[in-house]
Each structure stands twice: as C-alpha cells, then as structure tokens.
C-alpha cells in the first residue's frame, strides 16, 4: 500500500466516518455488547464511545497504523480495555471459541476475502455468540443495483477496496451465522449507492 493507503485512506475514513450523523446506527449497533469482544475494521475508534459498560475488553483488529494512532483521544476517554490485537480480519490470532461477542461496521465491504473473515469470526465466537454488525451493500432496489455496479470500479479505487455489491445478508448466512434481528434501509443524507445499509445481529450457533 502506497502514501495513500497508509496515511491519506484512514484520515479520510476517520473524517467520512465521524459524522455525527450515523452517532444513532453506531449506538443501535453497539447496543447489547458484553462480555470480551473481537472488533474487525477498527478504523480509528470511532465506535468506542457508544461500547456499552458491559463490555469487558475489546481486541482491536485493524491493518492501518494511522487508524490506531487517530483513535487514541478516543481511548483516553473509555474506560474499557482496548488492545491493538490483530491486523486482518482474514486471519486471527485467537484461539477458538475465546469471545462472546463481535463488532463489524462498514468493514465487510473493505475486506478482500470477505467469506474468510467470516468464517474466522464463527471460530473465534463461542458458541450462542453474536455479531454485531452495519454494512453498507448491494441495495434492495435494482435501479440502484445498477448504479452500483456501474460505480463499484471507482469506489474500489477511492476507497481502499471498499465494494459496493456485496450482498451483506446472504454472506452472514453462508457463514453459517443466523440472523436474529435485521433493519435494511437507506442511510440519510448518503447516496443511496454507498447508504444501503443492513444493520442487526448474527447469531453464531
Ligand atoms: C470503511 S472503514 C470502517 C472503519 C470503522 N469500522 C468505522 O465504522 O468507521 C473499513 C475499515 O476496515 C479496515 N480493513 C481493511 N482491510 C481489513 C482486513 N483485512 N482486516 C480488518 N480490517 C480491515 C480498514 O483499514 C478500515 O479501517
């Protein structure tokens, strides 16, 4: 990854991503976490404020440096343990069974083998664990469906290989994931190319 991957992308996801508007998805989202929690596409924090109390620690996974370093006023201001623990969501360091609890959001669309990431997750997830997540994906509509595939080659360019197609839903349940609570919309104020959203919990069984 050039200058721009390592040093431009993460201050642009930091800035995009901190808007004050999607604070209520982040909330929704982390609502219900407990216990120790692995979050993939940890960026540069920008969920830590909305981690309930219950929230044991949280292994942070995420290959930008620049990331973690943005996140730091962030985790002076938590008092929950969060630990830089891995790099790639393709491949975790963890031994199997060892979290109650995972958090993904908009990070699924940035994931090159996502379907691997996926499976890591059930690994690492206890049995009867949850998957916290909101993505960004192929939209309900087609009109928009082709947009996306129209604009999918750009965005993968701009944004580090975020894709705009990837069928959010279908992918958890191959995974083998249940979903036990489902919102599909359109983020406000977003494309509705880039603002499709899904946002529940996956069941690990
Ligand atoms: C669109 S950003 C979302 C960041 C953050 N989750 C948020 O809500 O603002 C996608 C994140 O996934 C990270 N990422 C990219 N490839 C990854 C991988 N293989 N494993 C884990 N994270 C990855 C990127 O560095 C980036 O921080």
């Avoid at 620690?57 to 201001?77: F, I, Q, Y």
């Avoid at 109650?100 to 690492?124: G, K, M, Q």
């Avoid at 993968?156 to 894709?163: A, D, E, I, L, Q």
């Amino acid at each position: 990854m050039g200058f721009y991957g390592t040093a431009v992308l993460p201050r642009l996801v930091d800035a995009t991503g901190g808007s004050r508007a999607l604070d209520p998805l982040r909330r929704r989202v982390c609502a219900g976490l407990a216990g120790d929690v692995v979050e993939i596409g940890f960026g540069s924090g920008l969920n830590v404020a909305f981690y309930p109390a219950a929230v044991a620690r949280v292994a942070a996974v995420e290959p930008a440096e620049v990331g973690w370093e943005l996140a730091g006023k962030r985790l002076r201001a938590t008092s929950i343990p969060v630990q830089w623990s891995a790099l790639d969501g393709q491949s975790l360091p963890f031994p199997d069974d060892s979290y109650d609890a995972a958090l993904s959001t908009w990070t699924l669309c940035t994931i090159p083998d996502v379907a691997a990431a996926l499976r890591e997750l059930r690994r690492v997830l206890r049995p009867g664990g949850t998957l916290h997540f909101v993505e960004h994906g192929l939209a309900p509509d087609e009109r928009v469906r082709r947009w996306q595939r129209r604009l999918e080659p750009v965005q993968k360019r701009v944004f580090g290989g975020c894709h705009l197609t990837r069928p959010v839903v279908d992918l958890l349940t191959t995974a083998g994931f249940t979903i036990t609570e489902l919102d599909v919309f359109y983020e406000k104020g977003t494309p509705k190319c880039g603002g499709a959203d899904s946002l529940g919990i996956a069941l690990s069984p």
